[in-house]
T-cell receptor, first 113, second 112 residues
Framework: GQQLNQSPQSMFIQEGEDVSMNCTSS?????WLWYKQDPGEGPVLLIA?????ELTSNGRLTAQFGITRKDSFLNISASIPSDVGIYFC?????????????FGKGTKLSVKP | KAGVTQTPRYLIKTRGQQVTLSCSPI?????VSWYQQTPGQGLQFLFE???????NKGNFPGRFSGRQFSNSRSEMNVSTLELGDSALYLC???????????FGPGTRLTVT
């Protein structure tokens, strides 16, 4: 079945630093999504990407949909303490697999003030 | 616009019992998907409903079932609970099947 490799698994950074994480897939996706999850809560959608090569920003967050449609990355600039959490990438197929998101294992971000 | 709501937020059940979880999607959203989240397996897809019909199903046993009502609200049921069913169960809604999904806060199920 489809799998997503998300890296790194965890990051410990200083407040103010930039962060980069990525996801790669063994197969192509039509949509890439990035979520953030805080403890005990559901994932919150950060950015949705629909076209290969698309670069989208949401405040200090920037994400790109890879040209091959098999990868995506998320950058966070000038990190702040409230960026702490687990970030997940998710790929969405079309056709018969619509509605079925495939998730990466997550990147746990810790920010030192 | 109100977000996805799930009830109850927390649940403790005993092995062998059954449980029903409820999800109300964002107003106007017609697709509802369910996921199970555990520390070991991460987020795994259970099933998806659209127009009251199950459109997709993940690799879970038949003890896991669901349904969707005409107002798009959805329920999932787990029968004959096992210890391994302890997890955070997440519901997500989207406008249509190929739109981005928005998650609810989840139901934390503990099976003892």
């Amino acid at each position: 079945g489809q799998q997503l490799n998300q890296s790194p698994q965890s990051m410990f950074i200083q407040e103010g630093e930039d962060v980069s994480m990525n996801c790669t897939s063994s197969s192509i996706f039509n949509t890439w999504l990035w979520y953030k999850q805080d403890p005990g809560e559901g994932p919150v959608l950060l950015i949705a990407l629909y076209k290969a090569g698309e670069l989208t920003s949401n405040g200090r967050l920037t994400a790109q949909f890879g040209i091959t449609r098999k990868d995506s990355f998320l950058n966070i600039s000038a990190s702040i303490p409230s960026d702490v959490g687990i970030y997940f990438c998710a790929g969405q197929d079309s056709g018969g697999s619509q509605g079925n998101l495939i998730f990466g294992k997550g990147t746990k971000l810790s920010v030192k003030p | 616009k109100a977000g996805v709501t799930q009830t109850p937020r927390y649940l403790i059940k005993t092995r062998g019992q059954q449980v029903t979880l409820s999800c109300s999607p964002i107003s106007g959203h017609r697709s509802v998907s369910w996921y199970q989240q555990t520390p070991g397996q991460g987020l795994q897809f259970l099933f998806e409903y659209f127009s009251e019909t199950q459109r997709n199903k993940g690799n879970f046993p038949g003890r896991f079932s669901g349904r969707q009502f005409s107002n798009s609200r959805s329920e999932m049921n787990v029968s004959t609970l096992e210890l391994g069913d302890s997890a955070l169960y997440l519901c997500a809604s989207s406008l249509n099947r190929d739109h981005e999904q928005y998650f609810g806060p989840g139901t934390r199920l503990t099976v003892t």
